[in-house]
């Protein structure tokens, strides 16, 4: 059974950095991507990367966010840096569990079967 469980997140200043972790169990070479919820909105994708280290990052985190993953920890990470106040949001984990190791294009919450329960990111001024 595949698991998805969040870390890190944490009320930070603004322009401050913050590493988000995801540690996963049941899963190999995989498709892997964090999303992001503000409260009454729809899940936006913030980035992903698939089984062979291919990164694609949504263009409002490019420069500021990397995604990353260390197969040997079972972990994928965010690391977020010149955090704004609008990053503010739940941030989750997703994992596409049934099409290893590509991702398939784009960053939608459809293409992912597997969710963690979130970790709360607040920016603060």
């Known amino acids: 059974q595949v698991q998805l469980v969040e870390s890190g997140g944490d009320s930070v200043q603004a322009g401050g950095s913050l590493r988000l972790s995801c540690e996963h169990s049941g899963l190999d070479w995989n498709c892997m991507a964090w999303f992001r919820q503000f409260p009454g909105k729809e899940r936006e994708g913030v980035a992903k990367?698939?089984?062979?280290?291919?990164?694609y990052h949504a263009d409002f985190v490019k420069g500021r966010f990397t995604v990353s993953r260390d197969s040997a920890k079972n972990t994928m990470y965010l690391q977020m840096s010149s955090l704004k106040l609008e990053d503010t949001a739940m941030y989750f984990c997703?994992?596409?569990?049934?099409?290893?190791?590509?991702?398939?294009?784009?960053?939608?919450?459809?293409?992912?079967?597997?969710w963690g329960r979130g970790t709360q990111v607040t920016v603060s001024s």
């Open positions: 990367i698939d089984g062979n280290g291919y990164t």
């Open positions: 997703a994992a596409d569990s049934t099409h290893p190791p590509t991702c398939n294009e784009g960053l939608s919450a459809a293409d992912f079967d597997v």
